[in-house]
């Protein structure tokens, strides 16, 4: 009877929201042939009752002109953009200037950049959209193109016969957001049931370079699958910007999640025959393995990316156990002797990444391994760190949109029915103790004493755990 009752509640609940209509808020944008222009008609249905923002301190400086449609109003943003001024369905019509980069309070290099022909730009340097995202409300935007001109944004498509019609994801508006415009071809890779749509950006070296790059995102792509089985984002939008210089196929890569996730990987075209063993995009693929952690948390988030960076590596043979152990050893020992009065904590909270570099990505990697090592031990092998990610993700990822590190920690705990992390976060997170990595070391049976002595080769046919299988 309860069960019968309950589903009731829930039709008379579905009923009423459909009877409160959703209003459907329509952005038509153009731009120019050059691609510095940008023109926005946002039409509003019904009586808009919220303000606009974008995501960039820099917004009000591209800004360079709007009105309302039905008055010929002006309307300057400060800040925010009050709709104060349009009737019931009403439109409000500006224009934005990405034909520089403007970096006076916004110092990310992306928000206005041009790549060859192309341009990339921060959602938030254009894209003033309803400050909260509202049951009662949806956005679509709507492109026209020039001719020859692609796009690559971390929406979805909502129309079979425009490819250019979206449905804006509506994150919190702070979320950083990419979309690039240019005379590139969006190209679908598959990977399991997921989609990744890697768009690379325009060359000026005269290289065939991108069978190499899409190869090597399949291949990362499929490693990072292999923790859980599943490819962690099913819909992802890849962007390539070539022209780095240095030794490295991938010179910066990052994570974004405004919309929907994205990785951004910049690269260094000419080394392109060794793209598929850089390992950043491993590191950058394994951050999609959790949500997004609060910013503060920064060990968390890139201590996991960086243990599965170098485990998968080995793991798909790019690099050797022996290699791998050492270079967890010898960074562990850097992250050690680094801000050793701080805890892993303070330093992701107080220290910028410039100075607490070492410590919040090698001192979170040392958690993670000691947390993989321990629930290895409890289980005799049987229970990893891949077992925990892949059955919070089925449990526990759409809980909350964003995690802080000690509530991801008791959820972990929850999941794998030890006392595993929260142990390791009060510790070796809260206080400024150094993860006691030897004890994980020896659990798999690599003697650190022969680091640089050859005696970590011996040892190697002696491990216990198939932390490298
Ligand atoms: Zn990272």
Redesign the pocket.
Known sequence: MKAGCGFGIFLFLTTSANAETVATHRYFVELNQSLTEMYVNACFEGTPNFTLVAESLDASLAYTRGKVASSGDEVNPSGEISLKKLRRDDCFSYQVDISRPIMAHDPRPMTIKRVGRDVITAEGIWLWRPKTASPTHKVEVIFTLPIGVGISVPWSRINSKNPFHFLLKETPYDWPAFTAFGFFKETEVMVGKSTLRVSILESQRRLEFKKSILQGIKDAARAVRSVTGNFPVDDLQVLVEPGAYGPNAISVGYVSRGGRPAVHLHINERKHDVFATDSTIL??FA?LLLPKINNVDSWL??GL?TYYEYLLAARVGHKSVRDTLNIFRKNFERARLSLPKQSLLEVSQINSMSVGRDKIYWGGAAIFFMADVKLRLLTEDQYSLDHLISDFRDCCLQKKISWSGEEIFLEFDNIAGHKVFEDLYRRFVAVSNFPDVLEAFNAIGFEVSGFGQGRGEKRESKLRLGIFN
Do not use: G, I, L
Request: proline share 0%; net charge negative.
């Open positions: 590191h950058e951050h988030t890139e990316a």
